[in-house]
């Protein structure tokens, strides 16, 4: 049986400074902004090169921020300085590089709180 993640809901309280935010800073790609009904809006978007996407919006029941926030989603990219690089240029925070023994970790949080990793691997799995 596979299972495949596609599909990450994170709450935000601002729609638009979230779409903002994850399309213009950190880059995703903007796959749907959607109001199948009055009072509810979707919207999800994609990390570049990823099969999983987050989404976020009003009217499904999403906790929000001041309930929950998500911690330690992680993206994983060939080059975490490069990448980390890249997003300080678009004007995103994030933090020093700290090397984990050989795997390597950026840092940032999005403007609700829900935080994110940048992740390089750099040693191959144990036996």
């Known amino acids: 049986m596979d299972m495949k993640l596609e599909l990450v809901p994170i709450p935000v ?12 800073v950190i880059g995703f790609h903007l796959d749907h902004d959607v109001s199948p009904r009055e009072g509810m809006r979707i919207v999800q978007l994609t990390p570049p090169g990823s099969a999983c996407s987050i989404a976020f919006g009003t009217g ?14 992680h993206l994983v990219v060939d080059d975490v300085a490069a990448a980390r690089d890249e997003l300080v240029a678009r004007g995103a925070t994030v933090s020093g590089i700290d090397d984990m023994g050989g795997v390597l970790y950026a840092h940032f949080r999005d403007p609700d709180g829900n ?13």
């Open 60 to 73: 499904f029941g999403l906790p929000t921020p001041d309930e929950s926030v998500i911690t330690g989603l």
């Open 13 to 24: 309280s601002d729609v638009a400074r979230s779409i903002a935010f994850y399309r213009d």
């Open 115 to 127: 935080s994110w990793s940048l992740q390089e691997i750099r040693v191959s799995a144990r036996p």
